[in-house]
């Protein structure tokens, strides 16, 4: 069955760090692209941060410079480092494939993070 689970996030002051992790099950990790991608109340989800299957990375201009994106393909895990984190990064994070395509029916519960003072 196959399973993206978020996790890592939270409340944290603007300027602050959060580490996410995402582990995925049920499909050949490394065989795929994937990324990290984020919905904030009332708006679309979006793609932030993607990475190949040979380690090449892509980001929106949003949070260029501020979030990594890595994985560990014997881990089955991605993950985001998210730096000098603002308010307008307020969402839930998910990850999936990128493209998501056979597996936009599965995308897990997502982890929330909040920038706030």
């Known amino acids: 069955q196959v399973q993206f689970v978020e996790s890592g996030g939270g409340l944290v002051q603007p300027g602050g760090s959060l580490s996410l992790s995402c582990v995925a099950s049920g499909i050949i990790f490394r065989i795929y692209g994937m990324g990290w991608y984020r919905q904030a109340p009332g708006k679309q989800r979006e793609l932030v941060a993607r990475?190949?299957?040979?380690?090449?990375?892509y980001y929106s201009d949003s949070v260029k410079g501020r979030f990594t994106v890595s994985r560990d393909n014997a881990k089955n895990t991605l993950y985001l480092q998210m730096n000098s984190l603002k308010p307008e990064d307020t969402a839930v994070y998910y990850c999936?494939?990128?493209?998501?395509?056979?597996?936009?029916?599965?995308w897990g519960q997502g982890t929330q993070v909040t920038v706030s003072t």
């Open positions: 999936n494939s990128n493209p998501v395509g056979r597996w936009d029916n599965y």
């Open positions: 990475i190949t299957t040979s380690g090449s990375t």
